[in-house]
C-alpha cells in the first residue's frame, strides 16, 4: 500500500529565516507529486508539480522553490520566510499521466512570527 | 483561467437530512471533477471523483451530479450523521491532470 509522509508536522519559525519541509511516498513508482498551500479557513492553492525526478514546474509564485531530488522525495523550500508564508502546506501524489485522484499527506502547519 | 465558485460557504443540517453542495466551473475543457473532505487540521480525504463523460456517481451515501451544460458540479450527503461535519471542497482539472483547481470550501455542520 502507498503511503505518503509530510515532516515535519508544525513549525513556528522567525521572518527571514530559511524553511525546509519534506514530503516521502512509498510503495509507488514515478508518482506525480505537488505541493499545495492553505490560508487558515481558505482554499487550497497549488503551488508546484513534478512529473519525474529533477523537474519541477511551478504555478504560482510566493517566494518559494521546489525540488524533487529522489523518485519518492519532494521538498518545498525557501531561503527568507515572510509573514505570508504561514499556513498549512499539503504534499499530495496521484498517478503518473494525471489523475484526478490526488491522495493527500496529513500537512505541515507553519506560523511565521 | 478556469475559476471554481463553491456554496454555500457554511451549511448547518440535522444528522439524518440531505446535504447539497455545489460547485460551478468556467472552462468547458475541463475534464475531471473530485470531492474532497478535510477534517479540522487535516489533510484532505478523497470523497469521490467522475470524469467529464459521467453525470451522476452514487457511493455510500454520496451522490456526485455533473451538468457540464450548466457546467455544475453537485455533492448530496444523504441522511448525513455528525461523522460528516467538516470542511468539503469540489476539485477541477483539465485533461492533463498536473493542475486540480479547488473551490472555497463548504463548512458543514451535522446537528444531532
Not at chain 2, 18 to 47: H, M, N, P, R, V
Request: one cysteine or more.
Amino acid at each position: 500500500a502507498q503511503t505518503i509522509h509530510q515532516w515535519p508536522v508544525a513549525e513556528i519559525k522567525a521572518v527571514g529565516s530559511p524553511l525546509s519541509l519534506g514530503c516521502t511516498i512509498k510503495g509507488k513508482s514515478s508518482p506525480n507529486l505537488y505541493w499545495y498551500w492553505q490560508a487558515t479557513g481558505g482554499t487550497l492553492q497549488q503551488l508546484f508539480y513534478s512529473i519525474t525526478v529533477g523537474q519541477v514546474e511551478s504555478v504560482v509564485q510566493l517566494n518559494l522553490s521546489a525540488s524533487r531530488p529522489k523518485d519518492d522525495q519532494f521538498i518545498l523550500s525557501t531561503e527568507k520566510l515572510l509573514l505570508s508564508h504561514s499556513g498549512f502546506y499539503l504534499c499530495a501524489w496521484s498517478l503518473e499521466g494525471g489523475s484526478s485522484d490526488y491522495t493527500f499527506g496529513s500537512g505541515t502547519r507553519l506560523l511565521v512570527i | 483561467g478556469e475559476q471554481v465558485e463553491q456554496r454555500p460557504p457554511h451549511l448547518s443540517v440535522r444528522e439524518g437530512d440531505s446535504a447539497i453542495i455545489i460547485c460551478t466551473y468556467t472552462d468547458s475543457a475541463t475534464a475531471y471533477f473530485s470531492w474532497y473532505k478535510q477534517e479540522a487540521g487535516a489533510g484532505l480525504q478523497l470523497l469521490m471523483s467522475v470524469l467529464s463523460n459521467v453525470d451522476r456517481k452514487e457511493e455510500q451515501g454520496l451522490t456526485v451530479l455533473l451538468n457540464k451544460k450548466d457546467k455544475r458540479l453537485s455533492l448530496n450527503l444523504t441522511a448525513a450523521h455528525p461523522g460528516d461535519s467538516a470542511v468539503y471542497f469540489c476539485a477541477v482539472s483539465a485533461n492533463s491532470g498536473t493542475y486540480q483547481r479547488f473551490g472555497t470550501g463548504t463548512k458543514l455542520q451535522v446537528v444531532p
